[in-house]
């Protein structure tokens, strides 16, 4: 394995590359590790060799969301974390999530970048913006009701509920199930099958039937991003993340 960052590692199986993200102990994401895995996926979409990519989680949680901890909040520049997470959108290389434990507000978004996610009963997966008193980011006000649909979307964005795995596969937020310990391999199997076909053929098609969806995911965000800005100042998202690190149901005000 070679290491392409202290956060961000590589490796290769064949045409398959493997991308795992190690932020213990639970994977929260800002800036600049959005920034290293936006490059790693540039630099995959240059190498020939390279014709499917796992996303995995080297700490057990895929991600738990943002980091709203110190001085890198992403509540203080929301703008450079989505700048780099809307680059994401941009690669050519199918990617699959191998989702092994929980995906939580911007790591569910970071899981929806995939193509296709592998997932176990024991996961949990939330879009638990409005929980923590906030609207929903990460273009996940396009790619939530994508895979999902419209009702599906709202229900899981309006509550923040935690559903398993097997719901998230019943509801087509994940695609595959598999037990916890084989979701990894599972991920690469399914890789390994796309690897298989013809590569010029997989990413042309890809193209196709994104086609139009990254311009409509960033187009979206700005929005995102332009509420999210307001609302980061309320005293409900102080309440919201307050309740979260004490693991307390928040009382929210509407201010």
């Known amino acids: 394995m070679t290491s392409a960052s202290p956060v961000i590692t590589l490796s290769r199986d064949a045409h398959v590359a493997q991308i795992e993200i190690s932020r213990p102990p639970h994977n929260f994401v800002d800036a600049d590790v959005m920034q290293q895995l936006a490059e790693v996926l540039r630099q995959l979409d240059e190498d020939d060799n390279c014709r499917a990519v796992v996303l995995a989680s080297g700490v057990g949680t ?34 699959v999530a191998a989702v092994e434990g929980p995906a939580i507000g911007a790591g569910l978004g970071l899981a929806l970048v995939a193509d296709f996610r592998v997932t176990c009963p024991e996961a949990r997966f939330s879009a638990n913006f409005n ?80 086609l139009g969806l990254a311009d409509r995911i960033i187009e979206a965000n700005q929005r995102e991003l332009s509420i999210q800005r307001v609302q980061f100042a309320t005293a409900d998202f102080r309440e919201g993340v307050a309740a979260m690190a004490e693991r307390r149901i928040p009382v929210f005000h509407r201010h």
Request: aromatic share 8%.
């Open 131 to 210: 929980r923590l008193g906030f609207h929903p980011g990460f273009g996940m006000s396009v790619t939530l009701p994508r895979l999902v649909g419209e009702q599906q979307a709202a229900r899981l964005f309006y509550t923040g509920i935690r559903i398993g795995g097997e719901e998230a596969v019943r509801i087509g937020l994940a695609d595959e199930l598999a037990a916890q310990e084989a979701v990894r391999a599972h991920a690469l199997a399914l890789a390994h099958e796309i690897a298989a076909s013809a590569p010029l053929a997989v990413e042309s098609t890809r193209e196709t039937l994104r």
């Open 62 to 95: 895929f991600c738990a969301g943002a980091d709203f901890s110190g001085a890198g909040s992403v509540s203080r520049d929301p703008s450079a974390f989505y700048a780099q997470a809307m680059k994401l959108y941009r690669n050519r290389k199918p990617v």
